[in-house]
């Protein structure tokens, strides 16, 4: 309330023995006119405002705390403001007024009602620096948009860094081709000395093996082929692994921009469990598939959510052991569609959960940390989400929504495009 209006008050009821009857119906009118503007103010602002008492009860709120934080119009005013805002602390709130510090707190919390947002909260005294407390107002300060602006910098930030690591990724690399040209320079020693051998001394060898009376007297023939092998297998996994931190490092420096179409989702998760049947199969892994009977139209570019799909498959393939279940399921929904996939694996804790699409963390003992960071860009990409949580048989469930629309504004729907599904 400005000072001149404080004033005034001070002075009427200094003197409110000595007012008559119109000077009495004056103050009440001039206090009524007083009310009325801040009613006015404070509905106009966007910010949510509610006024607490000591007790947590709520005195007052403005429209904008009924849009912000879902405040029904009726049944709020002395109820207990923890009531309608679970996720405040109001007991640490008070204490800090009841110290008479007069301070202003401003803090973040996290609401689900009636949307998921992060709301900056500032606090403070209805009485200033004095002991004890008359109440504190809450301004509510809706900061999602804001948020997400700070994660996408951060985002930013992270793709700059991946782009000058690749210069000494490269040189990591050459290590692994270095091993690799090695091994396969001996594969191709042993495979000459092995051909030359059997070549000029083949009518001896074959007697030698008529004549042998027990197994440990047949030449041993077997140890190069045994070399030959494990130099073979070796340069199968360097090349495998290089094959692997290549494409994963293409994708995450250099991403592609998705060729937006209206597909059937399903179509796509159907042919992605098709070229993934047989490791499937050879790990003795069941598949369910629960798509949901109509098309599952997404505007969709197939071939990333393809590799979406691929990436999240594989990951539950290598988390779980023989006659692990792997589910695909998908949902039309209100806008889009849902993919999900589940497994039934050891599962992720709550920490891991967190940070599980940073660039780099990994679970795994050989993983890059970088498939999951790009199934994320790539769902963020198709103005999509995605959300982890655990499975409903232990392991771990992805959860992928794509909207059926491009965001941004739109006309009323007509008929027509309603049913273009």
């Not at 001039?30 to 405002?49: K, N, P, S, Y």
């Not at 900056?120 to 004095?130: H, L, Q, R, T």
């Not at 081709?177 to 091994?183: Q, S």
């Not at 198709?382 to 949580?389: C, D, N, T």
């Amino acid at each position: 309330m400005p000072k001149s209006n404080s004033s005034f008050l001070e002075k009427a009821l200094g003197r409110i023995d000595r007012l008559d009857t119109d000077s009495i119906h004056a103050v009440v009118g001039r206090l009524a006119q007083e009310h009325q503007f801040l009613e006015t103010l404070f509905d106009t602002i966007h910010d949510g405002v509610v006024v607490v008492e000591e007790s947590s009860k709520v005195l007052y709120f403005n429209k904008a705390a009924v849009v912000l934080l879902g405040l029904p119009l009726d049944g709020v005013i002395g109820e207990s403001v923890s009531r309608f805002i679970p996720g405040l602390d109001w007991e640490s709130i008070i204490e800090r007024d009841r110290e008479g510090k007069g301070e202003t707190r401003t803090f973040e919390i996290e609401i689900s009602y009636p949307e998921d947002r992060f709301v900056e909260v500032v606090a403070a005294p209805i009485d200033g620096d004095s002991k004890g407390s008359s109440g504190v107002v809450l301004v509510f300060h809706d900061a999602t948009e804001s948020r997400r602006e700070t994660f996408e910098a951060i985002e930013s930030e992270r793709v700059q860094a991946l782009t000058l690591l690749a210069a000494s990724v490269a040189h990591e690399i050459g290590n692994p081709l270095h091993a690799l040209h090695i091994h396969l320079q001996l594969f191709e020693r042993e495979l000459n000395k092995l051909a030359s051998k059997r070549a000029t001394n083949h009518d001896i060898v074959v007697t030698e093996l008529e004549g042998a009376d027990s197994p440990a007297d047949r030449p041993k023939d077997s140890e190069p082929i045994e070399k030959l092998r494990n130099y073979l297998q070796v340069s199968k996994g360097e090349i495998t692994r290089l094959d692997l931190i290549v494409k994963e490092f293409l994708g995450a420096i250099r991403p592609v921009k998705p060729k937006l179409e209206l597909q059937d989702v399903n179509l796509v998760a159907k042919e992605t469990i098709g070229v993934l049947q047989p490791e499937l199969d050879n790990r003795g892994l069941t598949v369910i598939k629960e798509l949901c009977d109509r098309p599952a139209k997404a505007l969709i570019d197939a071939g990333q959510i393809k590799q979406v799909l691929v990436n999240l498959i594989r990951n539950a393939m290598q988390a779980m052991t023989r006659d692990g279940v792997l589910t695909i399921r998908s949902n039309r929904e209100q806008g889009g569609v849902a993919i999900e996939v589940e497994d039934t694996g050891v599962g992720i804790s709550e920490e891991q959960i967190s940070r599980i699409f940073e660039p780099f963390f990994t679970t795994k003992k050989k993983g890059t940390g970088l498939g999951l960071m790009i199934v994320h860009r790539i769902v963020d990409q198709h103005s999509g989400r995605i959300h982890v949580e655990a499975g409903k048989e232990g392991g771990t469930r992805f959860r992928i929504w794509l909207p059926r629309e491009p965001r941004g504004p739109r006309l009323l729907a007509t008929s027509e495009s309603q049913n273009h599904d």
